[in-house]
């Protein structure tokens, strides 16, 4: 069976540059590598597809051979074989997939710098009113955490003393071990991937370079936060391990169940009951709004229970705007209850006296249900 065209196999033309090869053979063995497709022998034949594509083309003298006289420049040993991997393959090899598979071969990314490992995010839960998050507020929260060390200055080692570059990485926090043409770099098993040894550890810290305390931070909450709402407060989180940088605080709000008012982004919703007679012959009512303000409501004759009324701009504020929403109030009618012989006797004439007119939705609904039936 003919071998496949070794710019068909790496999907690009005669004319790529390395820069796209590299790309494009990145991009295919990151889908089919072997760690990534356990079990899967068509993944790790296409695999040992690419490489053999990519280490022939990525050679300049190999390429000009193969495009000159085919796969037939690498046959009976010619140009060494297209399977010979010597070192600056190895090499190429090992950037593309330190690049690639980086968390299994050196751990996050990111998470060191010269040594110094960075402090881990905190997430703190804070619980307001809706008068706060209306008016804004700043809070205070107290919380353990880890801060640098003041013995040791954070660096881990005693007073007089300093951490010494590890012998075994040369300070880099990784070890590259050859495994066939692959160069594999692992965590320095030595400095833990510091790129530093402690040989006098500071009393107070173990070496860690910080310390277990409770410490107090004020946080402002701006006006119209929301449920929910996330607070990032940068490097106020744990310390780094031997002088890093600190991680974040973020604080995720929660707002109290308000005992009146229901939200609804920055509207605010009230039900407010009235009586029959109140709402049979109008009137108005008083509500107090959360600025702690009052407005009066008027009431049309005739309200119907469930009726709303928009008050404009007494909702809550928009978050980092000078907008503010509507406070909706909604007229619930109560059936009287209790009711004394006298009031029993005047309802009775009412209902005597009472039409069509008087009630025209039940009478319409109760129409219109007989003539559909």
């Keep these: 069976m003919a071998k496949p065209d070794f710019y068909e196999t790496l999907g690009v033309s005669k004319t790529a540059s390395e820069a796209e090869m590299k790309a494009a053979f990145r991009k295919a063995a990151m889908q089919c590598h072997p760690d990534r497709n356990p079990g899967d022998t068509a993944a790790e034949a296409r695999f040992k597809e690419l490489n053999e594509a990519y280490q022939t083309l990525s050679d300049q003298q190999k390429r000009a051979a193969y495009d000159r006289f085919g796969h037939a420049a690498f046959e009976n040993g010619g140009m060494g074989g297209a399977g010979g991997m010597g070192d600056g393959f190895a090499s190429s090899m090992s950037d593309i997939f330190e690049d690639l598979f980086g968390e299994m071969m050196g751990g996050r990314r990111g998470q060191r710098s010269g040594g110094r490992e960075r402090g881990s995010d ?31 200055g954070g660096s881990g080692a005693k007073a007089g003393s300093k951490p010494r570059q590890c012998g075994t990485c040369g300070g880099h926090g990784r070890v590259r071990a050859q495994q066939g043409f692959f160069a594999i770099e692992r965590t320095c098993p030595a400095c833990g991937g510091r790129g530093e040894t402690i040989e006098n550890p500071c009393t107070s810290c173990t070496g860690a370079g910080r310390v277990q305390r409770e410490r107090s931070l004020s946080v402002s909450i701006p006006a119209g936060v929301e449920d929910g709402t996330r607070i990032r407060v940068a490097g ?47 009137g108005e009512f008083t509500v107090h709004t959360v600025d702690g303000t009052e407005v009066k409501v008027k009431i049309p004759e005739g309200t119907q229970s469930g009726k709303q009324f928009k008050i404009k701009t007494k909702g809550m504020p928009v978050l980092r705007s000078r907008d503010r929403g509507d406070l909706h109030i909604q007229a619930n009618v109560e059936t009287p209850q209790n009711l004394t012989r006298r009031q029993r006797e005047l309802l009775a004439e009412f209902d005597a006296e009472s039409s069509n ?13 007989k003539d559909f039936f």
């Design 122 to 152: 905190l997430r703190y839960n804070l619980e307001i009113t809706l008068e706060e998050a209306f008016h804004g507020k700043t809070a205070t929260v107290r919380l353990p955490t880890s801060v640098s060390c003041e013995a040791c």
């Design 236 to 282: 106020e989180g744990e310390a780094g391990v031997r002088g890093g940088p600190a991680g974040d605080l973020y604080i995720f709000l929660a707002l109290k169940p308000h005992p009146f008012f229901q939200r609804d982004g920055a509207d605010l919703f009230c039900r407010v009951p009235i009586s029959m007679v109140q709402a049979a012959l109008g």
């Design 357 to 369: 007119k008087t009630h025209p939705e039940s009478s319409g609904f109760f129409a219109r249900m």
